[in-house]
C-alpha cells in the first residue's frame, strides 16, 4: 500500500471541528491535489502524515494562535460613524448592525485596511457615536480539531513550480467560524423588511411550472445526503419540507418520506415519497400535520424562499417527536424573485448562524449543529463542467428536540 513521501501528490479530506456557545461546528474541505514537496502545513502535521496510508485518517487538537492568528487586543477599534462606508445591497444601504460581519473594505482610515481588503470584521458594540468592531479572525480564540484522510497517493511529476498553498489557510478562510454569535449574544441580522422578496406575487405562480431538474450537482446531492445520514434512523418517519424532484436522502434506509411543496408534477416525479402533499407554507404559516408525526424533518436547499422562517420552525417543532431531528439545508444557488433580501445581504456563513437563530428561538432544539463542506470538483458530467471547478457548496444546519 501506498506510503505518503516528502515528493508526493495527494488527495485529502480535512474536518475541521470547534465548538461555540450554541452548537458544535464542522468545517469539510476537499484538497484534490497537494503537493507535499512544497505546500505548507504545520510541523507537527507534516512530520505526522508523512508516512500515512491511504485511507488513513489523523487528528490533530490546536490551541488558539496555532491555525489561524491568535486573538488579538489591538485589533478591536472603536470607530467614529464615517468610518463606515455603505454599500447597495438589494437596493438599500448597508447599516452595520450588531454581531454582522462585514468585509474589511468598507472600512475608511483604519490603518493596515484598504478598500479591496475582504478580511472581515464583526460589529460587536455600540456606544454614543462610536461603533466597536472586531478584526480579528472569527476563529481566533476557539480550540481546533483537524481530522485529515488521505484519500489518494500518486508520484509527483518532475515539474517543482507551481503555486505555494497553506492548507490549513485554505479550510479556514472566507467564513468558517462566522456562523457562531459574538460572545454568545444574539446577532442583529435585521428587520422584519428583511424578509420581503422581489416578487411578492403568490407563490403557487411562480412555481405553477415544473422544474424536473436537480438544484445542486451530483458531488453536493450526496454530500448532503452523507450529512443527512449521520442523523437518520434507518425507520425514520421523514417530512422533506418544501419538497421538488429529489429528496437527498439514503435511499438504503426504510424510510417513510412524506413530501410537502409546491408543485404536484415535481412530487409526483421524486420517487423516494411515499406520499406527498401540495400546501404553501408562506401562504398558511402552517403544517398540515399532527403533533409529534415524524421522526424527522428535512428543509434541503429551501430554507431562503420562507417569509416567516421562525413561525414555520415552531410548526416543525410541533409535528417532530420528542428527540426528533430537524435538518435544515442550503447551497449558494436559489431563485432571485423568491429569495429573501436578507438572505442576499448576507455571507453563506453566517446563514448558518442565522438558521442557528431560529432553532435556538424556537427553545425547544438542543445538541446543535453545523456543517460546511466545500471545495470537491465538479462532477464531469455537470452542465456547468470545464466553467465551474468545484462542486455547489453544502451547509447544513442540525438540531434534536428536547425530550420535555
Known amino acids: ?39 505548507i502545513f504545520p510541523a507537527e502535521v507534516e512530520k505526522k502524515i508523512l508516512g500515512a496510508r491511504e485511507n488513513e485518517t489523523l487528528t490533530f487538537v490546536f490551541n488558539p494562535g496555532v491555525v489561524v492568528p491568535e486573538f488579538s487586543p489591538a485589533k478591536v477599534l472603536d470607530l467614529s460613524p ?60 476557539q480550540i481546533l480539531e483537524l481530522k485529515i484522510q488521505v484519500t489518494s497517493i500518486r508520484q509527483s511529476s518532475v515539474e517543482r513550480g507551481g503555486r505555494c498553498t497553506d ?35 403568490a407563490d403557487s405562480w411562480f412555481y405553477s411550472v415544473p422544474r424536473l431538474v436537480g438544484h445542486v450537482d451530483t458531488q453536493a446531492s450526496s454530500m448532503l445526503c452523507s450529512i443527512y445520514s449521520r442523523f437518520m434512523h434507518r425507520k425514520d418517519r421523514v417530512l422533506d419540507l418544501m419538497s421538488s424532484v429529489q429528496s437527498h436522502l439514503p435511499e438504503n434506509y426504510d424510510l417513510a418520506i412524506t413530501g410537502l411543496g409546491l408543485n404536484k408534477a415535481e412530487l409526483k416525479k421524486n420517487h423516494a415519497l411515499k406520499s406527498h402533499v401540495v400546501h404553501d407554507l ?44 430537524v435538518l435544515i439545508s442550503f447551497s449558494n444557488r436559489w431563485f432571485p424573485p423568491k429569495v429573501t433580501k436578507l438572505w442576499l445581504e448576507i455571507h453563506d456563513f453566517e446563514r448558518m448562524g442565522l438558521v442557528l437563530d431560529y432553532l435556538l428561538d424556537n427553545g425547544r432544539f438542543s445538541e446543535l449543529n ?31 428536540q428536547k425530550l420535555q
Open 167 to 201: 492548507w490549513l489557510e485554505e479550510v479556514t478562510h472566507n467564513g468558517p467560524g462566522m456562523q457562531a454569535r459574538a460572545n454568545g449574544q444574539k446577532t442583529v441580522f435585521a428587520n422584519r423588511q428583511g424578509y420581503d422578496r422581489q416578487d411578492e406575487d
Open 1 to 39: 500500500m501506498k506510503k505518503l513521501e516528502s515528493s508526493s501528490l495527494a488527495s485529502m479530506e480535512f474536518a475541521l471541528n470547534w465548538q461555540s456557545a450554541e452548537a458544535k461546528h464542522s468545517e469539510l474541505y476537499y484538497a484534490s491535489n497537494v503537493n507535499m514537496w512544497r505546500d
Open 282 to 325: 408562506n401562504l398558511t404559516g402552517q403544517l398540515p400535520f399532527n403533533n409529534n408525526s415524524f421522526d424527522s424533518v428535512v428543509c434541503s436547499l429551501s430554507i431562503e424562499y420562507l417569509t416567516n422562517p421562525r413561525g414555520i420552525i415552531n410548526e416543525i417543532s410541533r409535528i417532530l417527536v420528542p428527540g426528533g431531528r
Open 82 to 141: 464615517g468610518q463606515f462606508s455603505s454599500i447597495l445591497v438589494s437596493g438599500h444601504k448597508t447599516a452595520p448592525r450588531f454581531g454582522r460581519f462585514y468585509p474589511a473594505g468598507l472600512l475608511r482610515n483604519v490603518p493596515g485596511v484598504f478598500p479591496q481588503s475582504l478580511n472581515p470584521f464583526r460589529v460587536i458594540g455600540f456606544g454614543d457615536a462610536r461603533t466597536q468592531v472586531d478584526l480579528n479572525h472569527p476563529l481566533s480564540r
Open 370 to 400: 453545523t456543517f460546511s463542506a466545500r471545495n470537491w470538483p465538479r462532477p464531469a458530467n455537470d452542465r456547468y463542467a470545464g466553467k465551474i471547478a468545484t462542486s455547489d457548496p453544502i451547509f447544513v444546519v442540525a438540531g434534536t
